[in-house]
């Protein structure tokens, strides 16, 4: 499952919700019939429920959708905080030059000089530009880079060889 974004708060009384997305083109997600919910954003796919999407329109910088199961504010209430996500094959294609986070996660990163700087752990967003969470080792002795994802850093990202070159010194 591929997380796209969290109920942040009911909006209304005919069950809307209000959504802060993960991503940077959320007005995308209105071609998907389904959205999966859960509690807990690292649940396996089997415990992710499925909802039918009635309608989802941009407000402010998120979103507000309603879901055919979800009738009134008070069952909007109830899934207040959950994670919304889908299967990969269910989301809309990627450009080039564009990734799902779910897809960076888990590539190993080498800088230009073949070092091996750790596997990206996770993504942080910081309203300028995204920045990849890269660890190397694990335990007490992890170390954890912060490399901004742009292209005067990030040189090439190689899905299906899992790996990521960037311009990066393993001592920054």
């Keep these: 499952m ?3 974004g969290r109920i942040v708060a009911p909006f209304g009384v005919q ?3 209000k ?3 993960f991503g940077d083109d959320p007005a995308a997600w209105r ?3 389904h959205w999966w919910l859960s509690r807990d954003d690292n649940a396996p796919a089997a415990q992710w429920m499925q909802y039918t999407l009635s309608a989802c329109r941009t407000h402010g910088k998120g979103l507000v959708a309603t879901l055919a199961e979800v009738p009134d504010r008070n069952a909007a209430e109830a899934i207040n905080g959950f994670y919304i996500a ?3 094959e269910a989301l809309p294609a990627t450009e080039d030059g564009e990734y799902y986070w779910g897809d960076l996660v888990g ?3 080498d800088n230009e000089a073949g ?3 750790g596997v990206v752990s996770g993504l942080l967003s910081t309203g300028a530009h995204d920045v990849l969470q890269v660890r190397e080792g694990a335990g ?4 954890e880079r912060l490399i901004p994802f742009v292209a005067a850093y990030v040189l090439d990202v190689d899905l299906a060889a899992r790996h990521i070159r960037v311009s990066w010194e393993k001592d920054w």
């Design 15 to 17: 069950g809307w919700i």
């Design 31 to 33: 071609k998907m019939s």
């Design 140 to 143: 007490e002795d992890a170390v």
């Design 107 to 109: 590539l190993t990163v």
């Design 115 to 117: 070092e091996a700087l």
């Design 2 to 4: 591929i997380v796209l």
């Design 19 to 21: 959504i802060h997305p």
């Design 86 to 88: 889908a299967p990969r």
